[in-house]
């Protein structure tokens, strides 16, 4: 059993930076893969960000891509999730997953095993 916990949501103005912590518990964080979803109002939960039990290998949605870094320390149980260049079309609630096999973590469907409760990001114009 893994619980995560995310943190560092808020509100942003267009052009700003916003760091999300996702801090884990339970089982041994560095067994797990982890990832970042978000799902804006109205609309599928999709990928952002993945990376792998020892952060040497990440993977981005694309619409992260260039602008978001995912990035994990094992000591201190956490994942996080840098985020530039901010838009209005990245407010959303932003979800941690975690789930030992990979490529679970590219979809939503493929069953993850993992959810923390999610953070809010609002990016005004």
């Known amino acids: 059993q893994v619980q995560l916990v995310e943190s560092g949501g808020g509100l942003v103005q267009a052009g700003r930076s916003l760091r999300l912590s996702c801090a884990a518990s339970?089982?041994?964080?560095?067994?797990?893969?982890m990832g970042w979803f978000r799902q804006a109002s109205g609309k599928d939960r999709e990928f952002v960000a993945g990376?792998?039990?020892?952060?040497?290998?990440?993977t981005y949605g694309d619409s992260a891509k260039g602008r978001f870094t995912i990035s994990r320390d094992n000591a201190k149980n956490t994942v996080y999730l840098q985020m530039n260049s901010l838009k209005p079309e990245d407010t959303a609630v932003y979800y941690c997953?975690?789930?030992?096999?990979?490529?679970?973590?590219?979809?939503?469907?493929?069953?993850?095993?993992?959810w923390g409760l999610g953070t809010q990001v609002t990016v005004s114009s």
């Open positions: 339970g089982d041994a964080f560095s067994d797990y893969n």
């Open positions: 990376i792998n039990k020892s952060g040497g290998l990440a």
């Open positions: 997953a975690a789930d030992r096999i990979y490529v679970r973590l590219r979809s939503v469907e493929s069953g993850i095993k993992y």
